[in-house]
Each structure stands twice: as structure tokens, then as C-alpha cells.
């Protein structure tokens, strides 16, 4: 019997993560072993596309094996594994450690597959980008002004493939290897285009013994999406749900509470067993002070919560960190020490990174793309910016 090494990662060895590109009608797959890495410290030869007609040339695609060869001849983490060399290092369990004990190899050839399946999308969020919403580049490719927000600036000139193009591929990979994990993300994966080829798959029983993670909008679940989704072993559910009422309408344009609203109600009451389902909010400056009621709500909806701080980049105009102390002391005072929104209490001091005529800027830009009143945000939040 073989001895693994010590360094060894069931992420480099049966793990993909891929992203897209199309250029002259060729498609390119960008590989990385996990999410978890830090960018910076990976060599440019690593990051390097591979020219794929199908998912399998990835396997012996450059990238993948400058990775393996790295750890093949090491007996450390590559330097780019921060995170888990940290929590090694301290004697805690690492994402790493986590895979090497899961992966079930007598059954499965693959342990995770991590896929961005398009940048196709149907909202145009606010502290969103042209990289992960078609209707955001749409917008942004048509303004002829010079006033786009920040985030909204920066078009990716590299082509995405077709929905479907992509689709298919994963699907036919899906048809030859049992996955044991498989992460969709997108834009949003669950329209149409992005998602039939994977339907047909699992309505053929093919995932029965796979996990299934999607992080989602939310915006298209139906039943039939539901009866599809009950023939895998399990599904992690993650639906993306920043505010409520007026505030959620101006944050996740051009969609509207009272439609999430129903369909979240519908999934409480409706939901299969194998169902794992998790609200995802980002605060966010334009959300911050609604956090109590927004709590209140998800209370009483009746699904697991995780607010999330960590907005991109750490600078960005609508990091809830400029909000000023007087409005995140209220928050703090009101929302529920239980929750992880005690992380407002813990920042009550934090500088402000952007200067308020940026926001002021930016946030007049939305109001009017939307047309929408200035009563879309929170009593304080408008007097704060003089709206």
C-alpha cells in the first residue's frame, strides 16, 4: 500500500475549479485546485488557460500539472495554500484535511467539481460586476457616461461561451465520472440556458449519489425546478437574499421583494428532504441600517441565516465599514447578540475608507439607473447622504 505524502491535497489530485472563456470561437477553461487560495503567490504559468473541447482535457492541461508536480516534489503547501497552512500551523483542521478524510475514492473518481457556469444573470445588484452579470455589462457597455459605480467600470473584455456551450460540457463530463461534490455558481446557474443540459443529467439519475451546492438568486425556483433537484443524494441550497421590501427591490434590481418573498414561503412549505436550504445576506452600506428588520424577517421565514461582511475589494464605496459610527451603533444596539451581526459591535470604530462624496456619487447613480425615490434606503442612511 502506498503512503500518501504528508502534503498530500485530494483538491490538486481529484478537484476542479474552473471558469470560462471563449475567444474566435475556441473555449478556454482557467483551473485552480479550491477557492481558498491566495492569488498573488500563484505563478502566471499557473493561471494559464487551457484550451478545452471537452472538461477531460483539463486533467492534462498545464496548469493542473504544474500543481501536481509541485506537490509531487515538495513535501510543504504550495505558498499560494495561506489559509491552510495557517490553521495547520495553529493545529486546527484545514479545508485540505477536511477533503483528504471525505473523498470517498472507492466510489467516486472526482471529489469536487467547482464550476462558474456562466456570467449569464437576470439582475443587475448594486455591489455587483460586469465579470458576474450579463445584465450588468449590458448596462455598462451602453452608459455613455463617465459616472458608472466603481464596480460597474470594470468590464472584462474576455468573451464568456454560451450558456449552453458550457453547460453541455459539464454535463457530458458529468455522464463519464462520478462526481462526489459538485458546486454550481454563475451568474445565476438556475435560467435556463445555464441549467437544462444539467437538469437532463440529473433527471436520468446520474446524480443520485452526488452532493449538489448552488448558490443561487433564488429568483427561478418552481416546483419543477424542486421535483429536478430531489433525484440528487442531497442539495445545498444557498439563496442570495440582501433586504426586504423597497431596500431589496433598489439592491437586487430589477427583481421585487414581494416575488422573493413568495417564493421563499413556497420553499418552506415545499421543500424536499434532501434540501439544505441557507439565506446568504451581504451587508452592505445600502442595507446596513434595515440589519434589525431584516433579522426580524429571516426569523420569521424560518431559514438558517449567514450575513456576510467580507464585500469586494476591502476598499469598495459600498463596504459597510463607511457607514458612520452613529448609524452602526443603532444597528448594533438592535440586532440579536445571538447572531453573527455581532461582528457590527466589533468594528464600531473602523475608519471610513471612501470619502462621502463618493458614495453621495454613486449612490445617485443607482437611484436615478433605477428610477427610483431616495426613500428606497433607511431614514438615517438618506439623511446621512443628504438624499
Known amino acids: 500500500m502506498t503512503t500518501k505524502k504528508t502534503n498530500h491535497c485530494t483538491y490538486v489530485d481529484n478537484s476542479l ?21 491566495n492569488s498573488e503567490k500563484i505563478s502566471p504559468a499557473m493561471k494559464n488557460k487551457t484550451s478545452i473541447s471537452s472538461i477531460d482535457e483539463v486533467f492534462t492541461g498545464q496548469s493542473r500539472r504544474l500543481w501536481q508536480e509541485y506537490f509531487a516534489a515538495n513535501n510543504e503547501l504550495h505558498p499560494a495554500c495561506i489559509q491552510c497552512i495557517d490553521l495547520e500551523s495553529a493545529g486546527l483542521k484545514s479545508p485540505r484535511i477536511d477533503a483528504n478524510r471525505n473523498f470517498n475514492a472507492d466510489k467516486f473518481e472526482v471529489f469536487r467539481l467547482d464550476i462558474t457556469l456562466s456570467t449569464e444573470c437576470n439582475l443587475a445588484c448594486t455591489f455587483c460586476s460586469p465579470g458576474s452579470s450579463s445584465l450588468i455589462k449590458k448596462i455598462s457597455r451602453n452608459d455613455n457616461t463617465k459616472n458608472l459605480p466603481e464596480q460597474w467600470k470594470k468590464i472584462n473584455n474576455e468573451i464568456t461561451p ?46 443520485s449519489e452526488t452532493t449538489l451546492e448552488l448558490t443561487t438568486n433564488g429568483t427561478v425556483i418552481n416546483q419543477r425546478v424542486l421535483d429536478n433537484l430531489s433525484k440528487v443524494k442531497s442539495v445545498k441550497l444557498r439563496i442570495s437574499v440582501d433586504s426586504i421590501g423597497k431596500n431589496y427591490d433598489f439592491l437586487r434590481w430589477p427583481h421585487k421583494f414581494e416575488k422573493i418573498d413568495k417564493i421563499l414561503r413556497f420553499l418552506q412549505k415545499n421543500k424536499p428532504d434532501n ?108 439623511e446621512w447622504l443628504g438624499l
Not at 288 to 312: A, D, H, Q, R, S
Request: charged share 25%; proline share 5%.
Open 17 to 37: 475549479r474552473l471558469n470560462f472563456a471563449e475567444k474566435n470561437g475556441e473555449i478556454f477553461a482557467r483551473y485552480k485546485p479550491c477557492c481558498n487560495l
Open 162 to 207: 454560451d450558456a449552453t456551450k458550457t453547460s453541455n460540457l459539464i454535463s457530458n463530463f458529468l455522464e463519464k465520472y462520478k462526481v462526489q461534490m459538485i458546486k454550481f455558481i454563475g451568474g445565476e446557474p438556475l435560467l435556463h440556458n445555464n441549467w437544462e443540459p444539467i437538469a437532463s443529467i440529473i433527471d436520468k439519475n446520474i446524480l
Open 275 to 382: 434540501f439544505d436550504i441557507r439565506i446568504a445576506c451581504l451587508v452592505n452600506i445600502y442595507n446596513f441600517e434595515m440589519l434589525p428588520l431584516i433579522e426580524e424577517y429571516f426569523n420569521e421565514i424560518g431559514f438558517p441565516v449567514g450575513y456576510t461582511f467580507n464585500l469586494k475589494p476591502n476598499n469598495s464605496i459600498q463596504h459597510y465599514q463607511n457607514i458612520p459610527i452613529h448609524i452602526r451603533q443603532f444597528v448594533a444596539e438592535r440586532c440579536s447578540k445571538e447572531s453573527n451581526l455581532a461582528m457590527i459591535s466589533d468594528n464600531i470604530t473602523t475608519d471610513n475608507t471612501r470619502s462621502k462624496e463618493d458614495i453621495v456619487r454613486e449612490t445617485r447613480w443607482f437611484l436615478e439607473q433605477r428610477n427610483m425615490p431616495s426613500d428606497v434606503l433607511a431614514p438615517m442612511t438618506r
